[in-house]
């Protein structure tokens, strides 16, 4: 019963997640940075503490008492983390929600399945696995074998991304995805499918925060939300910094009081998106504390994402106009992409 309840925790964390973003098509004279930090200040300063306090009484004090060391790790894993939810935007806005989120996506599986490893070869750490481990052992062998089956996937899918180039005139790019770019777009969605890994190492690290909130006798099913509090400043950080610069480059600060927009739907579609996208690592922590493993847990989180943007993606009608064989080869990435992952989580969930 804790894993069918993991697995749907998850599922609604995925249905977010690849949600999240469609909120924002309805943000109307707006320029991509204003409606990103508006969107951002829900989703990392206003509604993470909410659910801490809704869900962790005291939550505060945990913080309070937790050694600047962890902190530090958490907020710079945070920060890292935050270059990578910051490419993600714009590489959604320049591939689409179907081909932008089965790139990021697969390279934050891949990355996130080998960085921890090859790390701790060169940096032993008790308790936690080495890339040589991985090699010796059967279960290790498995994750590796899904993590190359996950870049033939992100090939098959960058293959449709350059088919659609080929096919589609300018105008019938800019009907299906505004601001079609493949290479503009390939870029920052490699960057940030790396960078985005970072989360789930921000997540290791805070562990002790956690521990100390199920210690403390608080329900153990929203024992990351404290953590989310630290992690998600780091995102922050990065984010608005990225997003004033733009501002003041592209002369934009007057759209957050320009009335010749719809400013109250403007801000409400993005108080909606950022808050959208925080339930995806609410019920992210439920389902992990379900679940009891962090790497398969993240592994099935992806999958869900995937699942779901693509949809959209395909009801947006991003693919639409293209060859039989372009279609084929996006589904066929996909549905790679998608096995690959659920290969890598039963590696770990045998580990």
């Known amino acids: 019963m804790q894993i069918i309840l993991g697995v749907i925790f998850h599922f609604i964390g995925g249905f977010a997640s690849g949600s ?34 809704l869900t962790l009484p005291g939550f505060s004090e945990i913080i309070s008492t ?8 958490v907020f710079t894993f945070g920060l890292l983390w ?23 996506l697969g390279f934050c599986s891949a990355f996130g399945a080998l960085a921890p490893s ?10 936690k696995t080495t890339f040589s481990e991985m090699l010796s052992t059967r279960w290790g062998r498995i994750v590796l074998a899904g993590v190359a089956i996950c870049l033939l996937g992100i090939y098959l899918c960058g293959r449709a991304g350059l088919l659609k180039e080929r096919e589609l005139s300018d105008q019938e790019k800019k009907k299906s995805v505004a601001e079609f770019s493949l290479v503009k777009g390939l870029s920052v969605a490699i960057l940030s499918g790396i960078l985005s890994s970072c989360f789930n190492f921000g997540i290791e ?35 608005l910094i990225w997003c004033m610069i733009l501002n003041a480059r592209n002369g934009t600060f007057n759209d ?14 993005s108080a909606a998106a950022g ?26 989180h992806m999958a869900f994402i995937i699942l779901i943007a693509n949809g959209w993606g395909f009801l947006s009608k991003e693919w639409k106009g293209v060859s039989t064989r372009t279609r084929t080869t996006i589904a066929t ?19």
């Open 20 to 53: 999240f973003y469609m909120p924002y098509k309805k943000v109307k004279g707006w320029a991509w940075e204003s409606y990103w930090i508006i969107g951002g200040l829900f989703s990392w300063l206003i509604v993470p503490p909410l659910a801490a306090w």
């Open 66 to 73: 937790t050694p600047i060391v962890t902190l530090k790790y």
């Open 82 to 104: 935050g270059i990578g939810g910051l490419t993600y935007g714009l590489g959604v806005r320049y591939l689409g929600m179907s081909l932008g989120n089965s790139v990021v």
């Open 118 to 127: 090859i790390y701790y070869n060169f940096i032993p750490t008790p308790g």
């Open 205 to 239: 690290a805070g562990k002790p925060m956690a521990e100390s909130a199920v210690v403390s006798g608080l329900n153990p099913l929203y024992q990351n939300n404290v953590t989310y509090v630290i992690l998600l400043w780091g995102g922050l950080t990065t984010n």
């Open 256 to 269: 957050y009081t320009n009335i010749k927009t719809p400013l109250l739907n403007n801000y409400l579609f």
């Open 275 to 300: 808050t959208t996208w925080f339930l995806q690592f609410f019920f992210y922590g439920m389902g992990e504390s379900k679940l009891g493993n962090g790497a398969s847990s993240w592994i099935l």
């Open 333 to 351: 990435g996909i549905i790679t992409i998608i096995l690959s992952i659920l290969l890598v989580g039963y590696g770990n969930s045998i580990k």
